[in-house]
C-alpha cells in the first residue's frame, strides 16, 4: 500500500499522478455518463408529459435538453481542471478557475431560461391569436420581451455578484434612476398603462368601429402610446391611450356579436291635427302591420309602434324597431322600405304628413260709436 500511495504523489511538471488520475476520473465519467444522465432524466419527464393532453409540456422538455447536456459537460470539465493545482502567484489562478466556472454554469442557466420564454412565446402567441381568449396579439410580443430582459437583468446582476461586485450599490442606483425617469416621463407611462388596459379589456380591436366624446372612426392600430383611427373623412387622429382608456367609448361594431347582427332604427312620424282618433288608432295598426311582415325587421328584437304626442304641429307616432344585420348599407335600404310603405299606407287612408308649422290669429278692433267720432272732429277743429 505505501508503494501505491508514494505512486501516487509523485508529481509530473507539479501535478501528482493522483490528481491526474481523478481528474481523468471525472473526465471520463462526464463524458461516458452525460448522454445517459440526459436521456433518463428526460425519458422521466417525458413518461410524465405523455399523460396530459397540452403539447408545450413536450416543448419545454425539448427547450431543456441541449442546455442541460452542455451544462453536465461543462460542470464534470470544471471540476477536473479544480483537482489540479492552481497556482496564486504571480497570479490567482485558482479564483480565476473558479469564478470562469460559476459564470460558466449562470450563462448556461439563463440560455435555458431563455429557451423556456422561446416556449412561452410561442405558447402566448397562440393564445393571441384565438379570438375568443382574453390576451391580445398584439400583447404577445411585449409578454415575451419583457421576460427576455427581466432574464438578463437578473443575469447579470448575479454574474456581477460572483465578479465581486456590490449588488446593492447598483440596485439602488437603478432605482433612483427609475425613480427619476418615471417623473420624467409620467406622461408616456400614463399612456403606456392605458395601452395596457385597452389590451386587456379589449373594448375594441383593429377594424372597430368605435365613438366617443370627440372621436369617431374605425381603429387601424393599438400602439403603446397612442390609437389611431381613421375618421369617416378619411383623415387620422391620433388619441393617447390614457385618454381613450378613461373616457365612455361606444365600439359600434359589437352589434354584430354572434346572436345579434341588427341595428337600430327609431324615428317619430308626425301627422296633422285634421287626424281623427279612429284614423290615428288605424294607421298605428298598419304601421305595425307593416313591421310585422317586412323581411328586413329582425323579429326577435323589441318592435314598439305607439301614438305618443300631441306635438307643437302634429300628432306623433313613435317607431322602433331593428333592422336583421347592422351592415350600413342593408340597414339603409330597411329604412328606405319601411319608410315608403309607410307613406303609401298614409296617403291610402287619406293622412297627411305634418310640417313644422305657425298658425296666426288677427283680431279687428271693435269700431267707437258715431257720437264718440263727431266729439273727436270737433276737438280737432277747436
Known sequence: MMEVSEFLKIKIVGVSLYQA??????????????????????????????????????????AVRPPLDILILAYGVWLAIRVLPQPVEPVNLKAIVNVSGQILVLILLAWMVMRLVNVLDNLVREKAADPEHWLDISLAPLITASARILVIIISVIVIAQNLG?????????????????????????????????????????????????????????????????????????????????NV???????????????????????VTYATSADKMEKAVEDIREILRTDEGVDHRMTTLVYF????????????????????WDYYLNVRQTINLKIMRK???????????????????MPQAPAENNQQTK?????
Not at 216 to 239: A, C, D, L, N, Y
Not at 249 to 270: Q, S
Not at 378 to 382: E, P, V
Open 21 to 62: 488520475g481523478l481528474s481523468f476520473l471525472i473526465l471520463f465519467l462526464t463524458l461516458t455518463l452525460r448522454r445517459t444522465i440526459v436521456r433518463g432524466l428526460v425519458h422521466f419527464l417525458e413518461g410524465y408529459t405523455k399523460q396530459t393532453k397540452s403539447k408545450w409540456d413536450n416543448e419545454l422538455v425539448k
Open 165 to 245: 461586485y456590490s449588488v446593492s450599490g447598483l440596485v439602488a442606483s437603478l432605482g433612483l434612476g427609475g425613480a427619476a425617469l418615471a417623473l420624467a416621463s409620467k406622461d408616456t407611462l400614463s399612456n403606456l398603462f392605458g395601452s395596457f388596459m385597452i389590451i386587456v379589456d379589449k373594448p375594441f380591436k383593429v377594424g372597430d368601429w368605435i365613438k366617443g366624446p370627440n372621436f369617431e372612426g374605425v381603429i387601424e392600430e393599438i400602439g403603446f402610446r397612442s390609437t389611431r383611427i381613421r375618421t369617416f373623412g378619411k383623415t387620422i387622429e391620433s388619441i393617447p391611450n390614457n385618454i381613450i382608456a
Open 346 to 364: 298614409l296617403e291610402e287612408s287619406g293622412l297627411e304628413i305634418a310640417f313644422p308649422s305657425r298658425s296666426v290669429y288677427i283680431e279687428t
Open 248 to 270: 365612455i367609448v361606444e365600439n359600434m361594431d359589437r352589434r354584430k356579436d354572434d346572436g345579434l347582427n341588427v341595428r337600430r332604427i327609431k324615428m317619430t312620424i308626425g
Open 378 to 382: 270737433d276737438t280737432l277743429a277747436s
Open 308 to 327: 305618443t304626442d300631441f306635438g307643437a304641429s302634429s300628432l306623433d307616432i313613435f317607431i322602433y324597431f331593428f333592422s336583421n344585420s347592422a351592415d
